[in-house]
């Protein structure tokens, strides 16, 4: 039974045709069938009594040919581009299946927004996320591994799986910050410099009355409802949209223009 229900999930994937951003036709076509896990699927759904598999055994197919990691909106998103209709309700109920049998891992985004990526059991990696245009890089160190074993260990715990996440910037997005930008485009944790304004007249004033000059440095704590709170000299400030927009500032900072490590350049390079 499990063997006929991966045949007709293949079939039906198959004719889907191209439904990923950036996958050509030809692409898709020699991409690696994931026969193993979806006949896995068909049998652990077989043996739960689940009475419509198909639709989850097509949809692991195309999570596994996914080249991002997935929120239930995208995933949605990209199954319809492939002519596959499916709600954001049911791919969140779906990838959270997936979570459960193992076929996934869930994963907490800075804000909170949940997002998928498939399971590779034995092989555990940690992430880099980029607050600013929202780049994840998957990496593995083993002494990052035996660090969190001795800190479960010291602290009496028995270490059973953990998620590392590091937020930061990205090599691209610090590179746009060393050459300037409006203060609107920072994003929470950063500390910048102003370097100019494009604002009025009055509005300059009232800035240079706050005591936000050329020169100034701001902390970026976040942002509400448009404006950015940035803290200046100890003192919180939030600046709405028009004045965040004409604010120009440049990263400063020991991270603002530093260079990957040898480990780092050894890793792109692999």
């Given at each position: 039974?499990?063997?006929?229900?991966?045949?007709?999930?293949?079939?039906?994937?198959?004719?889907?045709g191209?439904?990923?951003?950036g996958l050509?036709?030809?692409e898709?076509?020699?991409?690696p069938p994931q026969?193993?896990?979806?006949?896995?699927?068909?049998?652990?759904?077989a043996?739960l009594?689940?009475?419509?598999p198909?639709?989850?055994l097509?949809?692991?197919?195309?999570?596994?040919?996914a080249?991002?990691?997935?929120?239930?909106?995208?995933?949605?998103?990209l199954?319809?581009?492939?002519?596959?209709?499916?709600?954001?309700?049911?791919?969140?109920?779906?990838l959270?299946?997936?979570?459960?049998?193992?076929?996934a891992?869930?994963?907490?985004?800075?804000?909170?927004?949940?997002?998928?990526?498939?399971?590779?059991?034995?092989?555990?990696?940690?992430?880099?996320?980029?607050?600013?245009?929202?780049?994840?890089v998957e990496?593995?160190?083993?002494?990052?591994?035996l660090l969190?074993e001795?800190?479960?260990?010291?602290?009496d715990?028995?270490?059973?799986?953990?998620q590392?996440?590091?937020?930061?910037?990205?090599?691209?997005?610090?590179?746009?910050r060393?050459?300037?930008?409006?203060?609107?485009?920072?994003?929470?944790?950063?500390?910048?410099?102003?370097t100019?304004?494009?604002?009025?007249?009055d509005?300059?004033?009232?800035?240079?009355?706050?005591?936000?000059?050329?020169?100034?440095?701001?902390k970026?704590?976040?942002?509400?409802?448009?404006?950015?709170i940035?803290?200046?000299?100890g003192?919180?400030l939030?600046?709405?949209?028009?004045?965040?927009?004409?604010?120009?500032?440049?990263?400063?900072?020991?991270?603002s223009?530093?260079?990957?490590?040898?480990h780092h350049?050894?890793?792109?390079?692999?």
């Open positions: 039974m499990s063997r006929m229900l991966a045949h007709v999930a293949r079939r039906l994937h198959r004719r889907l191209c439904y990923l951003a050509s036709p030809g898709a076509a020699l991409a026969a193993r896990e979806t006949e896995s699927l068909a049998t652990l759904l043996s009594g689940y009475q419509d198909v639709e989850p097509l949809m692991l197919e195309a999570f596994h040919a080249t991002e990691h997935l929120t239930p909106a995208v995933f949605s998103r199954l319809k581009d492939g002519g596959h209709s499916v709600s954001e309700i049911r791919a969140a109920g779906v959270d299946l997936f979570s459960s049998l193992g076929f891992e869930r994963r907490f985004a800075e804000d909170g927004q949940v997002w998928y990526e498939p399971s590779r059991p034995g092989r555990h990696h940690d992430h880099l996320v980029c607050s600013g245009c929202g780049r994840t990496f593995h160190r083993p002494d990052v591994d969190i001795k800190i479960a260990g010291d602290e715990f028995r270490h059973l799986h953990h590392l996440v590091i937020y930061g910037l990205c090599p691209e997005c610090r590179r746009r060393h050459d300037g930008l409006p203060l609107a485009d920072t994003t929470a944790g950063e500390t910048v410099e102003v100019g304004f494009t604002l009025a007249d509005l300059n004033q009232r800035l240079s009355d706050l005591g936000l000059r050329r020169g100034s440095r701001l970026i704590l976040g942002e509400r409802s448009g404006a950015i940035a803290l200046l000299d003192c919180r939030a600046l709405g949209p028009e004045i965040s927009a004409g604010v120009m500032v440049r990263a400063v900072g020991h991270h223009g530093h260079k990957p490590s040898a350049r050894r890793q792109r390079q692999h």
